[in-house]
Nanobody, 120 residues
């Protein structure tokens, strides 16, 4: 079964940068959107950034201008460049691939999560 493997999390001081990567362990067909979500302790999981197969991006207001999502379709990989990190960005970050078949939503895939901790 294909899995999403994340990397790049860690501990960084406020104002610093991290780059997250998420790659599929095998081939996934018909990927439409790729996204990054995060979940802080005691809070619900929230969408941080998403990118479509056409390259259109969307960001949560809290990260707009600081985070950049990108994808490599040939490698089935999505990235999240995080700059000017703040302590409130501390969370477990999850990547997600969503497939579509003939206009219908197909299986979604999730990574195992990577911890990002921003110290003040």
């Amino acid at each position: 079964q294909v899995q999403l493997v994340e990397s790049g999390g860690g501990l960084v001081q406020a104002g610093g940068s991290l780059r997250l990567s998420c790659a599929a362990s095998g081939i996934i067909f018909n990927i439409n959107s790729m996204g990054w979500h995060r979940q802080a302790p005691g809070k619900q999981r929230e969408l941080v950034a998403a990118i479509t197969s056409a390259g259109r991006t969307a960001y949560d207001d809290s990260v707009q201008g600081r985070f950049t999502i990108s994808r490599d379709n040939a490698k089935n990989t999505v990235y999240l460049q995080m700059n000017s990190l703040k302590p409130e960005d501390t969370a477990v970050y999850y990547c997600n691939f969503q497939t579509y078949y003939s206009g219908n939503k197909g299986p979604g895939y999730w990574g195992q999560g990577t911890q990002v901790t921003v110290s003040s």
